[in-house]
């Protein structure tokens, strides 16, 4: 089947399979691409970074699945993309890729830089 792209009527784009994600969410390519490592994809265009997984924030800015894939990281630092159990996967999980722009990767007390998560060397505060 295929869904349509909010904004834009005339143009389709395919419901991808689970563990696989549109190719272009503009509808420009058809298809769908295997998600990344770290990455668990639900039906259509759905998707959740795994625990031990970051997604860096200019994530967002992507409009193709393979964007997406190559922004997902292993954390180098377990603890810095550990959540608390209990309802947090809504933290993690995007509907579609605009929803990225919600998505909480860091644990508490750790910070989304460009890069990875990280936090302030004791003494330090991280300014906004």
Not at 10 to 39: F, W, Y
Not at 56 to 72: E, F, G, I, K, Y
Not at 77 to 101: H, K, M, Q, Y
Request: proline share 5%.
């Amino acid at each position: 089947g295929s869904l349509p792209v909010a904004g834009t009527p005339l143009v389709t784009i395919l419901a991808c399979p689970v563990e696989m994600l549109p190719r272009d969410i503009r509808g420009l390519q058809r298809g769908c691409i295997t998600c990344a490592e770290g990455l668990k994809c639900g039906v259509g265009s759905s998707f959740m970074i795994e625990e031990d997984h970051w997604l860096a924030p200019h994530a967002r800015l992507c409009t193709s699945a393979q964007c997406v894939n190559d922004r997902v990281y292993k954390c180098e630092l377990e603890e810095a993309c550990r959540l608390p159990s209990g309802g947090e996967d809504s933290l993690r999980t995007a509907e579609n890729f605009d929803d990225i722009v919600g998505l909480r990767l860091c644990a508490r007390g750790y910070r989304t830089n460009v890069v990875m998560c990280s936090r302030c060397a004791e003494g330090w505060v991280m300014g906004s």
